[in-house]
């Protein structure tokens, strides 16, 4: 059983940054395909970004080019390190792990931490 615990969201004004963490343990941390999902209230949850073993990422359109994922396999941590903020970016982050091929669905996903809150103003 894997466990993700997410921290670093908070409040930041339009064109700030915010890098976000997810610290896993239980399981083999570099064997899993990490993803970062987000959801705001009234919607379903929306794919941002997504690790794979080696060391390959892709990214949401609405995000590329100013998000940027990455794992530290050593800490058991995955990061999201999040620039150009925009007031669209509002909404809770959350971590995810699967086993397998990397996907962007959510449902694919075996594992989930508890959220964190980003709120960008303008």
């Known amino acids: 059983q894997v466990q993700l615990v997410e921290s670093g969201g908070g409040l930041v004004q339009s064109g700030g940054s915010l890098r976000l963490s997810c610290a896993a343990s239980g399981g083999t941390f570099s064997s899993y395909v990490m993803g970062w999902f987000r959801r705001v209230p009234g919607k379903e949850r929306e794919f941002v970004a997504v690790?794979?073993?080696?060391?390959?990422?892709y990214y949401a359109d609405s995000v590329k080019g100013r998000f940027t994922i990455s794992k530290d396999n050593a800490k058991n941590t995955l990061y999201l390190q999040m620039n150009s903020l925009k007031p669209e970016d509002t909404a809770v982050y959350y971590c995810?792990?699967?086993?397998?091929?990397?996907?962007?669905?959510?449902?694919?996903?075996?594992?989930w931490g508890q959220g964190t809150q980003v709120a960008v103003s303008s």
């Open positions: 995810a792990a699967r086993r397998g091929a990397m996907r962007t669905t959510p449902d694919e996903y075996e594992y």
């Open positions: 690790s794979w073993n080696s060391g390959g990422a």
